[in-house]
């Protein structure tokens, strides 16, 4: 619905009725106006006919003339709203029809008595009444009471009868006139108690949308001085709303924000005179960054002169910080603070982009932390959540100022550095970002220790692009977790067949699992003081089809990452039951539990469900469980030591000293036996070696404490002499006996329990394999010979036939490094030597006399006995 236009309406009705210019009065403003020209009248009169006028005519001529004279004091007195519309009425007759009643009926007697003629004085009249019409006009009521008014008393003077009858009809017209009034009045002041009403209501929204500070309003006269502002900006300002009337309205911001945007500034607009709508500026405050939405139009007069500005405002602060925050969030971590994935790419690609090839190189660490799972498993996400946190401000106090630390989700994080920086350099700095990460963390009161993995790669060696770049260092990473993990990288092209391979392995792997192809084999367990067989440890193995006995170190790690680490326990754990059931009731198995079973509530269920399918004394089965659970000591992890030990299963610690953790839970731990870590044992009986002090220490500590205590990986006799005299209560090792099938595993126990120790005295010097030409010396005669492998100790020599055991012979190894050898046994073309003194050893750990020439081989290791976990 639009508004009435000018001219038409109620509204235009009343302003045709009454004057234009005040619709509230009766009385015209210039009524008084109009005793002047009825004076000049009578002196007209007066003068065209020599006559002056009696008493009869001057008083009410007068009198009419004084009574016009002073209608604005009545005007004034008849505007007041508080004046009904009788009194209204009354005022107007009296003021504008009296006076005029009095004027004609004193020039009508004037030419009734001959004193004055009539056309004279007719003319006269005519002319007053007309200029009466004429002030009122714009007033119906008025003109009409004027034409009325002034001939009413020329026919009272003419005649009583005439008179009375025009008297008699103006006072039925008055009537009628006054009741269309008190009409229009009663009109009148309902609309103007709507116009109030809505314009108090204005205001009230007005006043309270101020009042909540979203939005204000300004105005400036033509000079750009404010003329107006809401209080609540000046309040914002920290000024006074009167001190701020007549100021400038640049004050009230802070103009220098947008001192580089050109025609768009506030200060352009205002100079320019031109609207301008939603202009972020910031205000002017002291105490805090305010950010306003300022709109603004020009004002002009009816003669299109320029009177200022006139606008509004409304608070911009949230919105902006609404804006920066989720800009923020769009570049940055919300949990560590980190540049996120996005914002990384964005620095990566922009140092790969350089203009100059110069610039384009740089350095990417793609970092992945060890056993992170673990501590989500065991403590929960927020000890996760509050570890991540540590580990990134560890993180960029490690790295520094040579680079930019992002996280990419998870516990994957990633490390740009720009610039070309050596491999030495960035090994050392890789090292110390592992070092850093790996030392203890404290969260909510756990120590929990965790440990990180790194890939490197390097451009534009490793990759001309961001994708291939990324690509690259994390194959880099893949092979540093490969190697063992806790440890750095660098990518090699090599290692995208390492890659595939890594994921055949790890489909077939699965398939291996839902096919049942996996396998136990058991590794006695004897005991020292009997050497008889008191249990076994089921060891896991893997035959496959095409690769034949893959080593569990290769498919172990695969199958902790990919989380088949789980099923794969279960099923070992039933599967070692089951096999128990058939053996004799004096011998036990030792199944290994992973931490990650370990965290699940559901083990104390599996053990119960195990034992109870196979019928079996829960004695008679051995969890071994690694220091690593002890990560996250906490209730939970007493909670399933207790329910294990309610079961009624022995529990043992598994590669004891290995770990990170402390002797502190021995002291409540139900275990029945420590495992000393066969790397204890290796080299125990060498001259030097500490490791037999460590492996007693073991055993006092295990015998104060009432448990068992077994040496793992015992090989030689020697070894097996050392164990046994130190006080390990049980030893398992290849010195009794290998692996053995569930099927093989029965057949030995149907032959006894008994255990006869069989191997090698002492362990020989680790050997290396090689090709390479010597000539060996012998009762001045020189002999070309081939060396197959070599140790400190001795070679394996190829070339002469049918030595002499106990042959002394000047071996040439290298320049400056012969040596005297003496022939052990010689078969066919093949002898070995042993070496009067051990050789030297490099840095590196190799032969000093043959290292600086050929790089040597390792001879493959045996198969890792990896367990389950």
Known sequence: ???????????????????????????????????????????????ANRAIPTLSVSFPAVLGCM?????????????????????????????????????????????????????????????????????????????????????????????????????????????????????IDED????????????????????????TGQGWFWETDRRGAITYLSSSVAKILGRDRDEVIGRPLAELFDLAEHSGEGERTLTFHLSARSAFSELAVRAACKDEERWWSVNGRPTYDTFDNFQGFRGSGTDLTEKRRSQENASRLAQFDSLTGLSNRFRMSQSLEKILGAPQVAQRECCVFLIDLDRFKQVNDTLGHPAGDALLKQVAQR???????????????????????PGKIPREKLGLLANQVIETLSQPYSIDGSRVMI????????????????????????????????RGRGCYHFYAADLHSDAQERRKLEEELRDAVTTGALELYYQPVVQTSTERITGFEALLRWNHPTRGWISPAKFIPIAEDTGLIAPIGEWALRRACSDLATWPEDVRVAVNVSPIQFANPSLP?????????????????????????????????????????????????????????????????????????????????????????IIAAIVSLAEALNMETTAEGVETLDELDLVRMLGCSHVQGYIYEKPLSPADALARLRTGLVAVAQGPRAARSER??????????????????????????????????????????????????????????????????????????????????????????????????????
């Open 188 to 211: 009148q002041r309902e609309q103007m108690a709507l116009r109030q009403r809505a314009q108090m209501r204005a205001e009230e929204i007005l006043s309270d949308y101020e009042e």
């Open 451 to 482: 440990g990180a993995s790194l890939g490197i790669a390097l451009a534009p060696e490793d990759g001309v692009t961001s994708e291939a770049l990324i690509r690259n260092a994390d194959l880099a990473l893949y092979a540093a977790k490969d």
């Open 67 to 183: 009574i016009v004279a002073l209608t604005s004091k009545v005007r004034a007195f008849e505007r007041r709203p508080e004046h009904g519309t009788a009194m209204r009425v009354a005022l107007f007759l009296a003021v504008v029809a009296v006076p005029l009643l009095l004027y004609g009926a004193a020039t009508a007697i004037w030419a009734i008595d001959g004193s004055a003629s009539w056309p004279t004085c007719i003319a006269v009249l005519v002319i007053v009444s007309l200029l009466a019409s004429v002030l009122a006009s714009g007033r119906t009521a008025s003109v009409l009471a004027v034409q009325l008014a002034s001939w009413a008393g020329v026919a009272c003077a003419v005649s009583s009868i005439a008179g009375a009858l025009t008297m008699a009809m103006s006072a039925g017209i008055a009537w009628l006139a006054y009741l269309r009034q008190r009409r």
């Open 1 to 47: 619905m639009h508004p009435p236009e000018p001219g038409h309406g109620p509204s235009a009705a009343l302003m045709r009725l009454f004057a234009a210019d005040d619709i509230q009065s009766l009385i015209p403003r210039e009524w008084p106006n109009l005793a002047i020209v009825m004076i000049i009248g009578l002196l007209v009169i007066a003068g």
């Open 605 to 693: 269920s599996v053990v119960m469900g195990a034992i109870a399918h196979a019928q079996i004394a829960p004695d008679r089965l051995e969890l071994e469980i690694t220091e690593s659970v002890f990560l996250n000591n906490d209730d939970g992890t007493d909670a399933m030591f207790k329910a294990l030990k309610g079961i009624g299963v022995r529990l043992a610690l598994d590669d004891f000293g290995t770990g990170y953790s402390s002797l502190g839970y021995l002291k409540t731990a139900p275990f029945d036996k420590i495992k000393i870590d066969q790397g204890f044992v290796r080299g125990a009986t060498q001259p030097g070696s500490r490791n037999g002090a």
């Open 768 to 869: 290396q394999s090689m090709l390479r030409k010597i000539v060996l010396e012998h009762g001045g005669h020189r002999y070309p010979a081939m060396i197959r492998n070599i140790s400190r100790t001795g070679a394996l020599v190829e070339g002469l036939w049918n030595v002499p055991a106990g042959t002394i012979f000047r071996v040439e190894l290298g320049e400056r490094h012969p040596v005297t050898a003496t022939t052990r046994w010689c078969r066919d073309n093949r002898m070995g030597l042993e070496f009067s003194r051990p050789l030297e050893l490099d840095e590196g750990g190799r032969i000093t006399a043959v290292s600086t020439r050929t790089t040597m081989v390792q001879e493959p290791e045996p198969v890792t006995q990896r367990k389950v976990g």
């Open 395 to 417: 993180l960029e106090r490690a790295v520094g100022k040579f680079g930019r630390v992002g996280r990419l989700g998870g516990d994957e994080f990633k490390v740009v550095l």
